[in-house]
């Protein structure tokens, strides 16, 4: 029917439709962040040489700033606590 709304999935790419991903900053907490973002890896087996060697990483944005932010040695501690908490066998290593 004319006029309709069509969810985008469901027609044609138009050339208004956006094709990137923006990043924004959001106030919040760093530090839980931070263990979110470790124990979903921990969850798929990462240990913590793995998830260093991805914070490391400028493409993986907000790991790789919490990981500026906090400096190598606290980063590996914070990672190696949530690790503990997670209770959860690594397997990925670096």
Avoid: S
């Amino acid at each position: 029917m004319a006029g309709e709304a069509q969810h985008p999935a469901q027609r044609e790419p138009r050339p208004e439709d956006p094709f990137e991903l923006h990043g924004v900053e959001l106030p919040g907490d760093p530090g839980l962040m931070l263990t979110i973002l470790v124990e979903e890896y921990a969850r798929m087996g990462w240990g913590v040489d793995a998830i260093l060697e991805l914070a490391r990483n400028p493409f993986y944005q907000a790991f790789h700033a919490l990981y500026e932010a906090c400096g190598e040695e606290t980063f590996r501690d914070r990672v190696a606590e949530a690790l503990g908490r997670c209770r959860v066998r690594p397997w990925k290593e670096a």
